[in-house]
């Protein structure tokens, strides 16, 4: 990922309420999905367990967040650990086992995922962030992200 993609994802998940912030994990995990599933097919197997590895956190990052007082959670417990075995396997084989089945499942759970988000009208989970605005500015067509107040005291972590 390069400067200019981190910095759309911080600034994403700076604004992200739970349902947002589970939606990037998605993003996260199939973006890293397909970076290994390149790497693999140039031949550099380091560089795709690398990317395994990344996957392998996001989806350690969507069990750990499950809420099991829900049924569902049970199901997704069930299927985030078939993925996980998957990128184990991959990991420990250092070639692709189940690329597309793991795509599959994962994908159809972040399309379920997007609805839910569309439902979900509580605020961003980070207080007390900048506001960011967007607009074209300096630029005949260049969009560039301001940021306002930036000196301001009352922002972040506050003890």
Same mark, same amino acid.
Do not use: W
């Given at each position: ?38 790497? !693999? ?10 990317? %395994? ?25 069930? %299927? ?17 086992? @189940?690329?597309?089945?793991? @795509?599959?499942?994962?994908?159809? %759970?972040?399309?379920? !995922? ?29 969009? @560039?992200?301001? !940021?306002? @107040? ?10």
């Amino acid at each position: 990922m390069d400067k200019k993609q981190i910095r759309e994802y911080t600034a994403r998940i700076s604004q992200a309420n739970k349902s947002e912030l589970v939606n990037i994990v998605y993003e996260l995990f199939i973006y890293s999905m397909d970076m290994a599933r390149q790497a !693999f097919n140039a031949g550099d197997k380091d560089m795709a367990v690398k990317y %395994l590895k990344k996957a392998q956190e996001c989806v350690c990052e969507l069990k750990r967040n499950l809420n099991f007082h829900y049924e569902v959670s049970y199901n997704l417990a069930s %299927l985030y650990r078939y993925v996980h075995e998957q990128i184990i396997a991959s990991i420990t084989r250092r070639v692709p086992v @189940n690329f597309d089945e793991i @795509n599959k499942v994962m994908t159809a %759970l972040q399309n379920a !995922f997007i609805e839910v988000s569309k439902q979900d009208a509580s605020g961003a989970v980070m207080q007390n962030t900048q506001k960011i605005y967007a607009g074209l500015t300096y630029g005949k067509g260049k969009l @560039n992200e301001v !940021f306002m @107040n930036a000196n301001e005291k009352s922002r972040g972590f506050v003890v």
